[in-house]
């Protein structure tokens, strides 16, 4: 009987150990860009590279005005750091950032973004890639919003060095456009014979003779 429970202890023991090893965090995602396959979320040499992500509030503890030195393009501010120098000042400034080590800055480098204007609540990333000129970050909506974060409009991502290129191109992704455009009747398919009457009562913006209608 001693041996019994012995056994159910170690069994449980063993258990618990699993699920701590393989439950990652829930706040550190991994996303697969065209080339590179997702590991796991730490960070090694040998290992294959792949990029992590992580929202965060960067309006939390801090007065710093990112609009002064970070660049701005389609309404997402961004901001790509190089060394682990300059990435100490940033996360000072917001802590809730990913963790990087002085040595993981060999391999990898991070890039923080944030969004601006309400358009742009609730976005995530939606596509990560490079070609020879500049890395894409492409930028999507949350589905149904069930996993945004109030406050959280910021992304620190980290990448490996491979696709770090001296532009960066932030946008939002074309899907997202895509189902905006989807509301609204295409113009390619109104008739050629298109009346005023029926503009007015589809809700077009009309300019007619120096007035809008």
Known sequence: MKKIVIGMISIFLLTVVLLL?????????????????????TLHENEEKKCQY?????????????TY???????????????YSEYIVYKDRWTDILEMKEED???????????????????TIGELYNDDNKLYIGLKQ???????VEGEKGISIIIPNEMKKDEIETFRTVEEYD??????????????EYSLAQAIEDNCYIYDRNRTL
């Open 54 to 66: 992580k929202h965060f509030n960067p309006s939390i503890g801090n007065i710093y005005d990112y």
């Open 179 to 192: 189902n905006l455009v989807s509301e609204y009747v295409d113009i390619r398919s109104l008739p050629k």
């Open 69 to 83: 030195d970070m660049s701005l393009l389609n309404k997402i501010y961004y901001k790509k750091i190089s060394t």
């Open 142 to 148: 949350f589905k149904g919003l069930t996993e945004y």
């Open 21 to 41: 090893i393989f439950i990652p965090n829930k706040d550190i995602n991994v996303i697969e860009t065209d080339k590179e396959s997702v590991g796991n979320n």
């Open 105 to 123: 800055f060999e391999n990898y480098f991070m890039v923080i973004t944030v969004t601006e204007g309400t358009t742009m609540i609730g976005l």
